[in-house]
């Protein structure tokens, strides 16, 4: 009856139990979403949601030229011209990826994807029936994209006669905040226009940037070089994932480009997701987003030196330098399993953490906990996450 696209059951993993167990006495140090932190300081403009004009119904494929023009200004903010023809409006980066997806795959193409990285895209990639490949982001050059590691990926999979379609960089990476280089990037885009494939940067992390290294890239859409898509979106920019909203800069050079907006048109065309008062809200939204960022901002970095207060460096928990995003990594004692570890967290101490191969990484251990929360339950939930790994082996 149904398409293998969907898993046969829900089978809860160990961790994923244990947290339905203790639900309502742990600290949750995975909470991801701003809405629900308290930060109340700023709160959306939802009066631009009122607007008149809210009662027609003229849609665009594309998203309207009035919020177009509005992501057009937030580049414009970062110094980055975005032509209005050059923007395509999304309900969320997940759609994004999985209209290009459309766009750039057949069933069984490979789209390659960095490791370790937000464990967001295994399922779009198999609703689209494409096949995902890791690429290594090397530990020891603090997680940053090497355009060796990306073709050597790409060559083997050519040799077992596959198609790598597209590229995936995060930028900046979830969680490890690492980007790519201008001269790996330039590489790529070689790479790229020899191949054939496409690059897709996922940079909604790019209004949370705190420590980049000389030659970061930010906006790689910025370079036309070769087909690249840009992510962005309301839920990170603005703290707004309520709104739903996204968008992709597509640029490249002229006839590949042209050629690539045309299909996402198409594409488009065949959802019209966005809703429209949100999109007449978008100036608004987009205009008042420096007071929510900036908010999440100071959030981050408070909750980052509690972090490392609690663990001092030269201790047995390396807290990985905030690079980026609002995600904190901890290097722990690979003394048992880290799932194991993490169910001790809930079981043992009330409080819930990722592990790190949730995202990947490339061997054990690490943990990865979320910056947002409200400082004085993230300062509690710390504790027990110390007392917890304290314990470790004993
Ligand atoms: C790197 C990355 N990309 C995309 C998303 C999803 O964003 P959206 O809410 O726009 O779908 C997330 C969510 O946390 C993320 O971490």
Not at 108 to 120: E, F, H, K
Request: aromatic content about 6%.
């Amino acid at each position: 009856m149904f398409s293998g696209k969907t898993p046969d059951s829900h089978t809860a993993n160990r961790l994923t139990r244990s947290v339905a167990r203790h639900q309502g006495t742990l600290v949750d140090l995975t909470v991801s979403n701003p809405t629900t932190v308290g930060l109340t300081t700023a709160p959306p403009d939802l009066e631009a949601l009122r607007s008149p004009a809210n009662a027609f119904y003229e849609p665009d494929p594309r998203g309207t030229a009035l919020a177009r023009r509005a992501v057009s200004g937030y580049y414009a903010g970062h110094g980055v011209e975005a032509a209005v023809e050059r923007l395509v409006l999304t309900a969320s980066s997940s759609e994004a990826y999985s209209w290009l997806f459309k766009v750039l795959c057949d069933p069984g193409d490979s789209v390659l994807v960095p490791a370790p990285s937000y464990p967001l895209l295994d399922a779009l990639a198999e609703l689209e029936s494409v096949e995902l490949a890791r690429y290594r982001l090397p530990p020891e050059d603090g997680w940053a994209v090497h355009t060796g590691a990306i073709v050597e990926c790409v060559d083997r999979l050519a040799a077992s006669g596959k198609r790598v379609k597209a590229v995936v960089l995060v930028n900046p990476n979830n969680p490890t905040g690492s980007s790519v280089g201008e001269p790996e990037l330039e590489r790529l885009e070689e790479t790229a226009l020899c191949h054939g494939f496409a690059l897709i940067s996922d940079e909604v992390f790019l209004d949370y940037r705190f420590a980049d290294r000389p030659g970061d890239v930010r906006i790689a859409a910025a370079r036309d070089r070769a087909l690249v898509f840009s992510l962005g979106g309301l839920s990170k920019a603005a703290a707004l994932p309520q709104m739903k909203l996204g968008w992709i800069l597509a640029n490249g050079p002229a006839a590949l480009l042209e050629e690539a907006l045309e299909r996402l048109e198409w594409v488009a065309d065949s959802f019209l997701s966005v809703g429209t008062p949100v999109q007449n809200a978008l100036a608004s939204m987009i205009g008042g987003r420096h007071r929510a960022a900036s908010e999440v901002r100071d959030r981050i970095l408070e909750n980052d030196r509690r972090l490392r207060a609690a663990f001092p460096a030269g201790g047995p928990v390396d807290v990985l330098p905030l690079r980026a995003g609002w995600t904190a990594v901890l290097r722990v004692p690979a003394v048992v399993p880290e799932e194991e570890l993490a169910v001790s967290l809930v079981e043992r101490h009330g409080v819930l953490v990722h592990p790190g191969y949730f995202f990947e990484f490339p061997h054990e251990a690490f943990l990865v906990l979320s910056l947002l929360p409200n400082p004085s339950l993230f300062e509690a939930g710390v504790e027990r996450l110390r007392c917890g790994i304290g314990a470790l082996g004993r």
